[in-house]
């Protein structure tokens, strides 16, 4: 990856809504900057506002002495984010399903299943007070999807002409 093109951003605040909405606004802006379409902004805009509220309510449980980071970097193909709060964090696997039928109609807990569907990827470190997330360039992660595809394709191949 070639340094100069490739944006690079830190930000650590205080743990309230207006200040990660400010930081929302800035990397959002430096991701149009840098290429990407409406289709990826609304997705970017969406789990990354997911994720920061959810590191200021559940993470710092609102308390605006606590800070959160917000580390980004956007290149040519890819943003990639991490948000970490200074919580205690959370086990992924052990939220509740909100497809179940029980919580069809709960006003909350959908915020992580919306962060996966519209981003390429989402993990959490071990203590779970980190997302990191990466969206690809609108038509790159398909391409790379189908390259994938191609290169099994063609090891299957050969491995079934190694059989005869």
Same mark, same amino acid.
């Given at each position: 990856?070639?340094?100069? %093109?490739?944006?690079?951003?830190?930000?650590?605040?205080?743990?309230?809504?207006?200040?990660?909405?400010?930081?929302?606004?800035?990397?959002?802006?430096?991701?149009?900057? +840098?290429?990407?379409?409406?289709?990826?902004?609304?997705?970017?805009?969406?789990?990354?506002?997911?994720?920061?509220?959810?590191?200021?309510?559940?993470?710092?449980?609102?308390?605006?002495?606590?800070?959160?980071?917000?580390?980004?970097?956007?290149?040519?193909?890819?943003?990639?984010?991490?948000?970490?709060?200074?919580?205690?964090?959370?086990?992924?696997?052990?939220?509740?399903?909100?497809?179940?039928?029980?919580?069809?109609?709960?006003?909350?807990?959908?915020?992580?299943?919306?962060?996966?569907?519209?981003?390429?990827?989402?993990?959490? %470190?071990?203590?779970? +007070?980190?997302?990191?997330?990466?969206?690809?360039?609108?038509?790159?992660?398909?391409?790379?999807?189908?390259?994938?595809?191609?290169?099994?394709?063609?090891?299957?191949?050969?491995? +079934?002409?190694?059989?005869?």
């Amino acid at each position: 990856m070639d340094p100069k %093109n490739c944006l690079h951003t830190v930000e650590v605040v205080s743990s309230s809504p207006e200040q990660v909405g400010r930081i929302c606004k800035q990397l959002l802006s430096d991701a149009a900057a +840098n290429g990407f379409d409406a289709d990826d902004i609304f997705a970017i805009h969406l789990a990354l506002e997911e994720a920061t509220l959810n590191a200021v309510r559940h993470g710092n449980k609102g308390d605006a002495g606590k800070k959160i980071s917000v580390d980004w970097t956007i290149t040519g193909e890819k943003l990639d984010v991490s948000i970490t709060d200074e919580g205690c964090g959370f086990d992924p696997d052990c939220l509740a399903d909100c497809r179940v039928d029980e919580n069809l109609y709960k006003c909350c807990g959908r915020g992580v299943l919306l962060m996966q569907s519209y981003m390429d990827t989402v993990e959490y %470190n071990q203590r779970g +007070n980190c997302v990191h997330m990466v969206k690809f360039k609108c038509g790159l992660r398909a391409d790379a999807d189908k390259a994938g595809v191609h290169r099994a394709e063609q090891n299957s191949e050969e491995l +079934n002409a190694s059989d005869d």
